[in-house]
């Protein structure tokens, strides 16, 4: 299974969320919107790893 594009998609966008999201924030705002922000990466990653444990179930759910 070629999965080349996805990881890169995924890749990419943990180093967005994760460098340059957080930085722009950073420079000009106040406690309240750092932690909107870091809220936001929280639910996000917590998100991207339940749509994986989905993925990896329904995979093993199809290999039986």
């Given amino acids: 299974m ?3 594009w996805a ?3 995924v890749r990419s966008l943990r180093a967005l969320a994760v460098g340059v ?5 950073l420079v000009r ?3 309240e919107e750092v932690y909107n922000i870091l ?3 929280v ?3 917590a998100t991207l790893n339940i ?3 989905g993925r ?5 759910k199809n290999q039986a």
């Fill in 43 to 45: 639910f996000g990653f």
């Fill in 21 to 25: 999201l957080p930085a722009m924030f």
């Fill in 39 to 41: 809220w936001t990466l």
């Fill in 29 to 31: 705002s106040t406690r």
């Fill in 51 to 53: 749509l994986s444990l």
């Fill in 7 to 9: 990881e890169f998609s």
């Fill in 2 to 4: 070629d999965r080349g």
């Fill in 56 to 60: 990896a179930a329904l995979n093993r």
